[in-house]
């Protein structure tokens, strides 16, 4: 984002600054919302995800053909959120939540060994018995045809309102 206007969050006091808190989130979110935009035509998708710390990136599964695949092919920048909702407080008119903005450029992963990881981080994050779901669902024949993008993260913007 280097060269456009930066913005600052209007109220200070509501930012997440630390980056411990926005990974607390991100990892115990299961799905986020995704922006992206083609030909001045705006288009958005919830997926769940996995993320890499290491690599600050991003991983989900798709469809290998599809309006989500055309979007990204025409312009792989993209926008996200992740929203913990923790319930609107009765009585004080207020909604408790924190949230993670993040951008960055998605690519399609080709690389067997990185697909592997990312579904494996996937199911890690999601099943209650990741060891059977590994051995049943991770096959060779399995990665070779699922398709994953991963979002190479390129900044966070935290907020919380919490009552």
């Given at each position: 984002?280097?060269?456009?206007?930066?913005?600052?969050?209007?109220?200070?006091?509501?930012?997440?600054?630390?980056?411990?808190?926005?990974?607390?989130?991100?990892?115990?979110?299961?799905?986020?919302?995704?922006?992206?935009?083609?030909?001045?035509?705006p288009?958005?998708?919830?997926?769940?995800?996995?993320?890499?710390?290491k690599?600050?990136?991003?991983?989900?599964?798709?469809?290998?053909?599809?309006?989500?695949?055309?979007f990204?092919?025409?312009?792989?920048?993209?926008?996200?959120?992740?929203?913990?909702?923790?319930?609107?407080?009765?009585?004080?008119?207020?909604?408790?939540?924190?949230?993670?903005?993040?951008?960055?450029?998605?690519?399609?992963?080709?690389?067997?060994?990185?697909?592997?990881?990312?579904?494996?981080?996937?199911?890690?994050?999601?099943?209650?018995?990741?060891?059977?779901?590994?051995?049943?669902?991770?096959?060779?024949?399995?990665?070779?045809?699922?398709?994953?993008?991963?979002?190479?993260?390129?900044?966070?913007?935290?907020?919380?309102?919490?009552?």
């Amino acid at each position: 984002m280097s060269g456009k206007k930066r913005y600052h969050m209007r109220r200070k006091d509501k930012e997440i600054k630390r980056r411990p808190e926005i990974l607390n989130l991100i990892m115990k979110q299961e799905f986020m919302t995704i922006a992206m935009c083609r030909d001045n035509e705006p288009y958005l998708i919830t997926v769940d995800y996995s993320f890499d710390k290491k690599k600050n990136a991003f991983y989900f599964h798709c469809a290998s053909s599809g309006k989500k695949n055309d979007f990204l092919s025409s312009n792989p920048r993209v926008w996200g959120t992740i929203i913990e909702d923790l319930g609107y407080v009765q009585g004080e008119c207020e909604h408790s939540y924190r949230s993670v903005h993040f951008w960055g450029k998605v690519s399609k992963v080709k690389n067997v060994r990185e697909k592997t990881r990312a579904l494996e981080l996937m199911i890690d994050k999601l099943d209650d018995d990741p060891e059977q779901c590994r051995k049943d669902a991770i096959t060779k024949d399995a990665v070779e045809k699922v398709e994953i993008i991963r979002i190479d993260a390129e900044g966070f913007t935290g907020k919380k309102s919490i009552y």
